[in-house]
């Protein structure tokens, strides 16, 4: 089973996603504030990272920026999930490192296909069926 960070600080948003990630068979580890996302990226070195962008403490955009010059996870796929949809956005969201960019809400019954297109992989990869693991 593949591991997911999900870092949200709203907890309705984290039980809607999380519940989507456990229905595909990931473990779901879970961070409410920038730097404790940080600190469970480098730890728990999981497959991917769901990153919202409007955190407690450091924000998402500066979260991924120290993942990315991390030396352990520097190269993670970090998807960002969020309600910034103002023109330059996902353009602010891409340059701080972020592989892909969701806005809220989403929508747990197509989520899931959309993370697994963006990241390139067939199947249900979290059980080894398919794709990448």
């Known amino acids: 089973m593949k591991k997911v960070l999900v870092v949200e600080d ?3 948003n984290l039980r809607l996603i999380s519940y989507a990630l456990r229905r595909y068979g990931y473990e779901v580890i879970a961070a409410e ?3 404790k996302g940080v600190e469970l990226a480098i730890a728990e070195r999981p497959g991917f990272i769901l990153m919202d962008i409007n955190l407690p403490d450091i924000d998402g955009l500066e979260a991924t920026r120290r993942i990315r010059k991390s ?3 520097g190269d993670i796929p970090i998807i960002a999930i969020t309600s910034y949809a103002m ?3 996902m ?3 891409m340059a ?3 592989n892909g960019y969701f806005e ?3 929508d747990p019954l197509t989520i899931m296909d959309k993370i697994h297109a963006l990241l390139g992989l067939s199947g249900n990869p979290a ?3 398919g794709g990448e693991s």
Request: with cysteine.
């Open 10 to 12: 709203n907890g309705d």
């Open 104 to 106: 809220k809400p989403i």
């Open 71 to 73: 030396s352990s996870n």
């Open 87 to 89: 023109a330059g956005d």
């Open 91 to 93: 353009d602010m969201v």
């Open 127 to 129: 059980n080894g069926n």
């Open 96 to 98: 701080a490192g972020c």
């Open 33 to 35: 504030t920038g730097m």
